[in-house]
């Protein structure tokens, strides 16, 4: 009879606290964060995004397809991503086995040496020979192992989107260094070729000394500006060898040339879609990681809630123990003992209420990082949108202006061979030329980078 009210006992009492264990811990939900008007002078329903496309498709290059994947195969920061998933994932089988009790085996032997007082005179020393197991097993009644696994997931999944953000920022930063090297070969092309042009000029300017239609004066200025032209190229090839190198690394390769095409070859996206900014919540990963860490710290509060309740937990033992070796694994030696207790926190120093005020912080700091991590990838797309819009303008100029100074080089040489014009005019007239076609190379790296750019703040690159 006796067995059996505590019986009934112990199944109120379980239940009453599991009932209460709903009230301890609270349920996560996501954070409410505004995310209308996020990208700046951009209003749209559609949810077409290019953060959907997989990288191949928006980078049709194939010498650039080479290098995306050699880099994700290799690059040494994404195999530091993939290592720590392997961390987490161990943490979180250790939250899960959390919920098993624990099981040990013990061997002992133990021999002591009495006073005559503790041995009543009959017994100087004694000797203990014990073998046996043990087992502990703590109940959650409070949802502090649950939450302390839902933490440990969302630690798993927070690297894992860490790994995907390292890896959309990876692909991002081999095709800008993939358009930049395009672009430094672009210039470098053009600057040898204006030290071309200055070389025909200088011959020009020494056959019409010749004939007293100009001065020396201006065959040392054509002379200067053909050399101030020449001076570039050391710099520009040292550009070029600094970014290969910079791009081997990425590659997780040592410094060496790189394959690549044409910048005249490369493709611009005709159709940037940004979808509407709510979508950036699940494609960009250092978005979704930063929500990641508000929840793994919203679990750790109710963990620190759960410590102001008391702990069930249930103990049991079985074994072995004799005086001596030989009676050891005598029948009679066998001993067992099981046995439940509730703990509750009375005093202790304060310790269970910092550990709530701190997590309880943290959350908050966590929350704030969030929405700091969402602007800035609102700003992000906003600016690279705009960068695009700007780089498309500036090309539509830049070729009028080309196509008037090209123009004018040729009327200018053309009226200085016939003693009509002043040999400054051929100079300014070539050297606005140059400044003009170097810039047009870059206007045209700036249109590409821009998109590279909103393909990753949109978060594509990780699929």
């Known amino acids: 009879m006796t067995a059996k009210i505590f019986k009934y006992i112990f199944f109120t009492v379980t239940t009453t606290l599991a009932l209460a264990a709903c009230r ?3 349920p996560y939900e996501t954070p409410d964060l505004q995310t209308a008007n996020l990208y700046r002078e951009q209003h749209t329903d559609d949810t077409t995004t290019i953060a959907t496309l997989q990288w191949r498709e928006l980078f049709t ?49 133990s021999a002591s040496r009495l006073s005559d007082a503790q041995g009543f005179g009959i017994r100087n020393s ?57 672009a430094l070969d672009q210039q470098l092309a053009i600057t040898q070729q204006t030290v071309s042009n200055w070389d025909t000029i200088v011959q020009t300017m020494r056959l019409l000394k010749q004939s007293a239609r100009v001065t020396e004066a201006a065959v040392v200025q054509s002379e200067a500006q053909r ?8 710099d520009l090839m040292q550009s070029i060898k600094e970014t290969e190198n910079a791009l081997s690394i990425l590659l997780g390769s040592a410094p060496s040339a790189v394959n690549r095409s044409h910048l005249e070859n490369q493709q611009a996206a005709s159709l940037l879609k940004t979808g509407v900014p709510a979508q950036l919540l699940a494609n960009r990963p250092d978005v979704r990681e930063a ?37 050891l694994f005598d029948p009679a030696s066998f001993a067992a003992s099981i046995g439940a207790g ?28 969030f929405r700091n991590t969402l602007l800035n990838a609102g700003r992000e797309v906003s600016d690279a949108l705009s960068l695009y819009e700007t780089a498309s303008k500036k090309m539509d100029i830049r070729s009028r202006q080309m196509m008037a100074l090209r123009n004018s080089v040729d009327y200018s040489q053309e009226l200085l061979e016939n003693g009509f014009a002043n040999y400054t005019e051929i100079i ?17 790296l700036q249109q590409l980078q821009a998109i590279v750019n909103l393909y990753r703040s949109l978060g594509g690159g990780w699929r």
Do not use: C, H
């Not at 710290?297 to 074994?319: D, H, K, Q």
């Not at 509750?344 to 966590?366: D, H, S």
């Not at 400044?435 to 045209?444: K, P, S, Y």
């Open 227 to 234: 050399y101030a032209a020449e001076v570039t190229l050391p």
């Open 428 to 444: 300014t007239a070539r050297q606005s030329l140059l400044q003009a076609e170097l810039g047009a190379v870059n206007d045209r």
């Open 126 to 182: 004694a000797t203990q020979y014990e073998l046996g197991v043990s087992s502990a097993w703590e109940a959650d009644i409070w949802g502090k192992l649950k939450s302390s696994k839902k933490a440990s997931l969302a630690s798993l999944l927070q690297t894992e989107a860490a790994a995907r953000a390292v890896q959309t920022r990876l692909v991002a930063d081999i095709a800008t260094y993939y358009y930049l090297l395009m």
């Open 342 to 369: 509730l703990t509750q926190p009375i005093f202790n120093r304060r310790v269970n209420k910092t550990r709530l005020e701190v997590a309880k912080a943290q959350q908050q700091e966590a929350l704030f990082g």
């Open 291 to 327: 929500e990641l860490n508000f929840r793994y710290y919203f679990e750790l509060t109710n963990v620190a809630r759960t410590y102001f309740y008391p702990s069930l937990s249930i103990t049991g033992s079985a074994g072995l123990s004799a005086l001596s070796l030989s009676d």
């Open 24 to 26: 301890v811990v609270q």
């Open 61 to 109: 290059d194939t010498a650039l397809q080479r290098l995306v994947s050699d880099g994700i195969e290799n690059n040494p920061g994404l195999q530091i991503a993939y290592a720590r998933i392997q961390q987490a994932q161990a943490y979180y089988s250790q939250s899960k086995a959390a919920f098993l009790p624990s099981f040990d085996a013990n061997a002992g032997f």
